[in-house]
Structures are given as C-alpha cells and as structure tokens.
C-alpha cells in the first residue's frame, strides 16, 4: 500500500530548532495532503500542520509564526521547520498521508520531539 516514514526528531533546548521529514512511497498512488499531528504524554493527537498537492497549508494556531511545512510532489515528502521550540512542542510527532480515491490517512511510526534545557 503506502509507506509512511518520519525522521528528524531529538533532543534540542528551548528556543533552538529541527527540521522533521515524512516520506511516502508505495506502487501507485497520487497525495491529496500530507499532515504532521502531534501527540504528548496524556494528551489527544493534535493536527500541528497540513500541506495539500497544491501548496495550500494550515497551521495550529499555538504553531503559527514558528513552523512551516513544506512539500516535494516530485519526491511525495513533507517537511516541518520548527524554529524557537518550547518544552510545549514535546511529544511524538506523526506524519499523515491522505490519497486520492482512499478515504483512510496512512500514518507513520512517529518521531520523539523533546524540548528541555
């Protein structure tokens, strides 16, 4: 079906940044949007950003001004800048790719984001 990979997570200080990457690979399939969501100890998993095919992003509004998504359609990947991270931002990060004529998102295994001094 589709593969769903995510990199980039680690350990950083309050204020500094990484960059995540999601890719999806598979036989035959054309990307509708690409997410990332986020999900910390204790809490519901939240959409943090969106990308679709055609460049068209959204953004939660505790991420605004700090992080950008950004696509390769050539490449099916997304990435997700996140500059002037809080201990806020910790949790686990997923990649979701949605395809067209499916109507269930694949998801990734996830990668651990920790912000901590």
């Known amino acids: 079906q589709v593969q769903v990979v995510e990199s980039g997570g680690g350990l950083v200080q309050p204020g500094g940044s990484l960059r995540l990457s999601c890719a999806a690979s598979?036989?035959?399939?054309?990307?509708?949007?690409m997410g990332w969501y986020r999900q910390a100890p204790g809490k519901q998993r939240e959409l943090v950003a969106a990308i679709t095919s055609g460049g068209s992003t959204n953004y939660a509004d505790s991420v605004k001004g700090r992080f950008t998504i950004s696509g390769d359609n050539a490449k099916n990947t997304v990435n997700l800048q996140m500059n002037s991270l809080k201990p806020e931002d910790t949790a686990v990060y997923y990649c979701?790719?949605?395809?067209?004529?499916?109507?269930?998102?694949?998801w990734g295994q996830g990668t651990q984001v920790t912000v901590s001094s």
């Open positions: 979701n790719v949605r395809v067209i004529g499916r109507a269930q998102g694949y």
């Open positions: 598979g036989r035959m399939f054309s990307i509708s949007n």
